[in-house]
Structure formats: structure tokens, C-alpha cells
């Protein structure tokens, strides 16, 4: 083992075995004797990486893709069917909390008994007694029973035992998400000051932003294999990336899938009681039929005399797409049609932040001046230049107004798109982009 | 192996908590607490005694001394057996998302059990000072016996706890035979009446050598025989090593059955 290195994986491999018929009991052991079958699932098909002392590194990678499994193999609770694992120094795992809490006994008595699991001295406890119960912030209750406690004191207790050991390595499955937010920031910053004191960290989470603020490393596991190990911010962009592709595959099929029953419906294959049911999921998830690019919390009103058929985003190169830099440019391509013969609309697009800030609105109607004469169908563009908003995620509304306060047809959080800034470091905090310089004056 | 016992040497502190745990648990809500620890044996032994003198005179003088010497002890194993066989399956959570040697969890459950009969064997002494039977220095052995004793109780345990895993019926069929075992055993009865032929299988069950044994401590004060001792150890050391052994060949899978 290389000395700078706390953990070194190698060609590791692991496979579970699903009964297909699987009886614990020895009646059913004997019965299906011949049908004691099983499949082997491979979780993971040779994986390899190194941790070196002090490093954080965070596995990422979608649910099932082997990143928990790998964990449970570092803490020795799994044992891989092929390859080695070695770890250098106590290692300590925040997988389960409040492990063997007894809950007729004190809080005080459960951290001696939780410790003891991890392994820990009870001269240690003795000696850190205090800073648990400090860091749980428990203490007018820490000599009643834990029954009493409150979920979230319980796992307050529980993750203060577990981050008050000594571990030279501390693994951590997604439990970021202990209490509440004021406790969990205490949490994040108490992982960051073991970082700085040399702790090496192993953590599995689908928090982004958490693996990016903590780690230096990112290892992004896919069906079983490693598809790319580099710094934790480039690895998790790249990763939401593909993620948001398969996101649009998947709503395009559905899409078609959604289309196809319509179109069933319209072949009148189905009997009546189907045909409403069908017809009542396609009201409601119309604003579906306008682009697989739509957003997941999209909702739709309007009087729909005048209506979308089609909406679609697009970036400077003419790509669909929901994720932008800033100063990118950014078209929204809107087609719709008309019951009303003759009437002028308007139209209009609102931005607003993930958490519900509103940033930006316009019509067609204040920009140009003019109303525009709809025909039965038409084509709106709608182009920026140049997108000023800081990083982050926001929600684009869409509207076709009359000439007054009627609203033909709008749709709330149509689009969810990502604006993400391409420099390591932002220079700006705050919503928007301003250009301004600094200058300093003899 | 010694790698091993090393390591659960290090988590010693762990088998302290849980046994505390199960010891304090148990009793935590009631109102007489630890005191049932006490009082559980107590009248265990008090209404046998009210049977076996007032509804079935025994052949055996002072019949319920004699009883209660072997009752306790036989406690202990039956229920470190009984129960022990789940410590893992109970323990699953645990087992599946933490890792320490896992013996721990069987170790715990026999010891919290042994604990008891340590306790049960005050009250033992009690009704010995108040009876015709009397204490002697004899007792000074008693050590030599619980820890063979909680070898031979471990050993099994181990082997039951592992397979148990495995086979769920494992904890029932442990039961079933803890049912038999008893009578296969002379604590309600003396060896000395059992046909020749039959004592000889009797003598093959360690668990007789251990009932002989308290039997001749504490109802006969005399010493029993070296022999017997001797092969009380042996036996132990064989069934722990053997439970050991079965453990870790079936232990790497647990987090996976469970």
C-alpha cells in the first residue's frame, strides 16, 4: 500500500445473489430444494481508486449504480467477491445512527452504548462527553429517556456520537439530512473543520452542491464501473449534464407514450369509461404535448381560445437544451393556434428564481410596441442576447394575453433551466449580471 | 484465529454496553427494576418448593435444594441457547449497517444470561443458609464450574446464532431440543437412579458433568472428581472452538442473508 494513500480499492467486484424463490424456513428450503435458484446481480464490475490521507472524495451516481454498496465494502460490512480493499487507520461509518440506542435509557447511557458499537474506549466517551452533548445541543434532556426525544433529537444525539469519533476515516452515506437547517449547516461545517484537520472523508450523496463544497475528488459510478474519477466540480457538472439528457429522453418517450393513448382514443379503440379516463389525463397533463423539454412542476390555465401548440428552447447552436451559461444566448420558439379570427395578443415571459424570487418579466406588447395579429396558427420567437442571471435555477412562465387583462393561455414553470457560470470561481453573488469595474483613485 | 480474539478483546467495551443494556433495559420501565433480576429466581425456586414438598414428596431429601442447584444453572444455558440463536437475526439493522466482529452480539446475549445466574446464585445461597442443607466452603469451586459452564454455553450458541442466519427454524428447532435436553439432564432427578445403559448416554451430554458438578458443590458438599473437571474443559474448549469456527465460516455473508 502506497504510504500517502488512506484507502486503495482495486479491481473490486461484488455481486449479490437474488433468489428467485427465495424460503428461510427449512419447509420450503426442502419443497422448492430444486427451485433454490438464483440470479447473481453484478452491483459492481471491478472498480478501482485511491484515497489519499486528508482527501475528500465523494461517490456519485444514480440509485442502484453500486456507490452505497461500495461503502458498506470500505466498512468492511460487505466483503467483495473479487479484488482487495485497504484502508490505513480507524475508520469510522455514518451509515447507520443511533445504532443499538436502547430507548428506555438515558440519553447519556445510549452514547456510551452507541460509541462502544463504533468501537470506541469508554474512557474515551468519558473524555468527550461534553462536545457530544454540546454539539447535540441536548442538554436539558440528556438524562431522560430517549422514547421521549423527538425524531430529530434523536438523530441529533445520534450524529453527534458518530462525528465526535476520532476516526481517521470517516464514511458518510447521505445523511446530511439530519434536523434541522440550522443544525444541519453546524454538521456541514463541523465535516469541513475534520477535513482541515486531516481527516480523510468518503461520502455518498445525490446533494451536488454538498460533494462540490466538500470535496476535492468526486468518483462518478455508473452501472457498476467507474466512469469518471477528477475534481469534484467538474465530475458533478459533467454529471448533471448527462443527467438532464436521460432526463429529456425519458420525457420524450413519455411524451409519445402520452401521444400514442391520445391517438387511441381518437381511433375510438378503447370503450367509453377508458376513452374518459384517457381524455382526462391528456387535459391534464396537456402542457406535456407542447415539448418533452417541459418542467416537472408545470401547471397551465387560460381561457384556451387561444392556445401553445408547441414550445421549444434552444441554445445559440440551435440545440435544445435547459442548461446555460451566463451571456449565453437563450430562444424560445413558441407555436400556437386560434379559435378567434382576427383578435391581437400578447405575449409574455417571466423568469423566476428556484426560490420563488421573480427576476425578470416581458411582453411582446411593452417591447415593440404592438400587438401581435394572430392568425389561426403562428410562430413566436422570443431571443436574449445575452442571459445576466447569476448561477442557478429558474422557472420560465409563458403567457398569450388579449389586448386586455384576459389571458388566453398560460403556463406556470413551463421550463426549469440551469444557469450555470463556466469560471472555478463566481466573482458575483447576488441575481443579476451588472458590467462595472473597480478603479483606484490616487 | 488469534487475530481474531484480539479484535473482539478490543470491543470489549462493546460487549460491557450490551450486556448493560439488556441487564438495565430489560427492567428499565418497572417499577421494581433490577430488583425482578432477584425476584424472578426467588419465586422460581419458592414454588417449586411448595410443589415438590407439599404435592410431590420427593425420594430426594431437602428435594428442592437439590433442584434449585440445578434449575438456576440449567436456566442460564437454556436461555443463552434459546435466545442466543437470535442475537444476530434480532440485531439485523445493526449487523447490516455497522461493522464490529459480529460474535460480539452472541457473546452479549450469553453473558447478559450468565449475569442473571451469577444473581440467581445470591438467592441460591440465601435458602441454603436457611435450609438443612447448609453452605460449606465448597462454594470457593463454584468459578471453576460457571466458566465451563459458559464455554460449553457459548460454544453452542455461536453455532446456533450463525446457522440461525441461514435457517430461520434453526431458533425453533433450539427450542424443541432445549425441551428434550432437560430431561436429559439430571436436575429434576439423580443420575443413580437411571438404568446403567441409559447413564451412559447421559454422561455423553456435557451438560450432566455440569449439573453433577454444582450438585456436588452445593446439595453434597464435596468436591467433584478431577475427571470430571478435566473433561468439562476439554468439551469447551472443543465446543467453543468448533461454534467459533462454524461462525466464521458463515459470518462473511450476514450482512447480505439478514
Known amino acids: 500500500m502506497n504510504p500517502e494513500n488512506a484507502i486503495e480499492v482495486r ?87 443511533g445504532a443499538g440506542f436502547h430507548p428506555d435509557m438515558s440519553g447519556r447511557e445510549n452514547i456510551y452504548i452507541n460509541a462502544s458499537i463504533f468501537g470506541i474506549k469508554a474512557k474515551e466517551v468519558d473524555r468527550r462527553l461534553n462536545d457530544i452533548i454540546r454539539f447535540s445541543e441536548l442538554e436539558d434532556f440528556i438524562d431522560n429517556p430517549v422514547r421521549t426525544y423527538s425524531s430529530g433529537m434523536y438523530m441529533r444525539l445520534a450524529f453527534s456520537v458518530a462525528i465526535n469519533v476520532d476516526a481517521d476515516i470517516l464514511l458518510i452515506d447521505e445523511i446530511l439530512a439530519v434536523g434541522d437547517n440550522a443544525f444541519q449547516t453546524k454538521c456541514f ?34 452501472k457498476g464501473l467507474i466512469r469518471k474519477i477528477g475534481p469534484a466540480r467538474k465530475v458533478c457538472s459533467e454529471y448533471l449534464d448527462v443527467m438532464e439528457k436521460e432526463r429529456i429522453a425519458r420525457a420524450e418517450v413519455e411524451y409519445r407514450m402520452l401521444m400514442e393513448e391520445a391517438n387511441t382514443v ?50 445559440s447552436r440551435g440545440d435544445k437544451t435547459l442548461d446555460f451559461n451566463i451571456n449565453d444566448s437563450l430562444i424560445i420558439e413558441m407555436e400556437y393556434e386560434s379559435d378567434l379570427d382576427g383578435a391581437l395578443g400578447n405575449f409574455s415571459v417571466n423568469f423566476t428564481r428556484s426560490d420563488w424570487v421573480y427576476c425578470y418579466g416581458t411582453t411582446s406588447k411593452l417591447q415593440t410596441g404592438e400587438f401581435i395579429p394572430l392568425g389561426k396558427k ?29 389571458v388566453y393561455d398560460c403556463i406556470f414553470s413551463m421550463f426549469e433551466i440551469r444557469i450555470i457560470n463556466p469560471e472555478d470561481e463566481p466573482k458575483e453573488s447576488g441575481i443579476v449580471m451588472m458590467d462595472c469595474s473597480w478603479k483606484v483613485e490616487e | 484465529m488469534v487475530q481474531r480474539m484480539k479484535e473482539i478483546y478490543e470491543y470489549r467495551d462493546m460487549i460491557y454496553s450490551l450486556v448493560r443494556r439488556e441487564l438495565r433495559g430489560r427492567y428499565q420501565k418497572s417499577v421494581l427494576g433490577m430488583l425482578w433480576t432477584f425476584i424472578n429466581p426467588f419465586f422460581q425456586i419458592l414454588i417449586y418448593t411448595l410443589v415438590f414438598t407439599l404435592i ?56 447478559a444470561k450468565f449475569v442473571n445466574m451469577l444473581l440467581g446464585f445470591i438467592v441460591i445461597f440465601i ?132
Open chain 1, 189 to 222: 461545517n463541523k465535516l469541513k473543520s475534520l477535513k482541515d484537520q486531516g481527516t480523510t472523508i468518503v461520502i455518498v450523496s445525490h446533494a451536488l452542491g454538498q460533494v462540490e463544497k466538500l470535496c476535492d475528488k468526486a468518483v462518478w459510478i455508473e
Open chain 1, 266 to 315: 381518437a381511433a375510438g379503440a378503447a370503450d367509453e369509461e377508458e376513452q374518459e379516463k384517457i381524455q382526462a389525463r391528456v387535459r391534464s397533463g396537456s402542457y406535456r404535448t407542447l415539448s418533452f423539454q417541459c418542467g416537472p412542476d408545470a401547471r397551465r390555465e387560460g381561457s384556451g381560445e387561444v392556445r401553445f401548440t408547441s414550445i421549444n428552447v434552444y441554445n
Open chain 2, 56 to 111: 410431590f414428596p420427593s425420594s430426594i431429601e431437602n428435594y428442592y435444594i437439590y433442584l434449585m442447584t440445578g434449575i438456576i444453572p440449567w436456566t442460564f444455558f437454556s436461555e443463552a441457547l434459546g435466545q442466543g440463536a437470535g442475537s444476530i437475526v434480532g440485531n439485523a439493522d445493526m449487523t447490516k449497517k455497522i461493522y464490529f466482529p459480529r460474535e460480539v452480539l452472541t457473546i452479549s446475549s450469553v453473558t
Open chain 1, 11 to 97: 479491481d473490486v467486484r461484488k455481486y449479490f445473489k437474488v433468489y428467485l424463490d427465495k424460503g428461510h424456513m427449512l419447509r420450503e428450503r426442502v419443497i422448492h430444494f430444486s427451485r433454490n435458484k438464483y440470479e447473481k446481480r453484478e452491483v459492481l464490475k471491478g472498480i478501482s481508486f485511491d484515497v489519499k490521507k486528508g482527501e475528500s472524495v465523494g461517490l456519485i451516481g444514480k440509485n442502484g449504480c453500486g456507490k452505497s454498496t461500495t461503502l458498506k465494502m470500505l466498512t468492511k460490512i460487505l466483503r467483495p467477491n473479487a479484488g482487495t480493499i485497504e484502508t490505513k487507520g480507524r475508520v469510522c461509518s455514518l451509515i447507520e445512527l
Open chain 1, 378 to 406: 403562428g410562430r413566436v420567437r422570443f431571443e436574449i442576447d445575452a442571459l445576466k442571471l447569476l448561477a442557478d435555477k429558474y422557472y420560465i412562465d409563458l403567457r398569450i394575453h388579449g389586448t386586455g387583462k384576459d
Open chain 2, 127 to 258: 435458602f441454603l443458609i436457611f435450609s438443612p442443607v447448609g453452605i460449606s466452603a465448597h462454594i470457593l469451586f463454584l468459578p471453576v464450574i460457571f466458566i465451563a459452564e459458559y464455554m460449553i454455553a457459548l460454544g453452542f450458541t455461536l453455532m446456533f446464532a450463525s446457522i440461525t442466519v441461514y435457517l430461520r427454524d434453526m431458533e425453533y428447532i433450539v427450542n424443541v431440543l432445549l425441551m428434550a435436553w432437560i430431561w436429559g439432564t439430571p436436575i429434576m432427578y439423580d443420575i443413580s437412579l437411571v438404568p446403567a445403559p441409559l447413564q451412559k448416554i447421559l454422561l455423553l451430554n456435557p451438560m450432566t458433568s455440569v449439573i453433577v458438578s454444582y450438585h456436588d458443590l452445593l446439595y453434597y458438599h464435596a468436591l467433584p472428581g478431577v475427571l470430571t473437571v478435566i473433561m468439562l474443559y476439554v468439551v469447551g474448549l472443543v465446543l467453543l472452538l468448533l461454534g467459533e469456527t462454524v461462525f466464521v465460516r458463515l459470518e462473511g455473508n450476514f450482512a447480505e442473508e439478514l
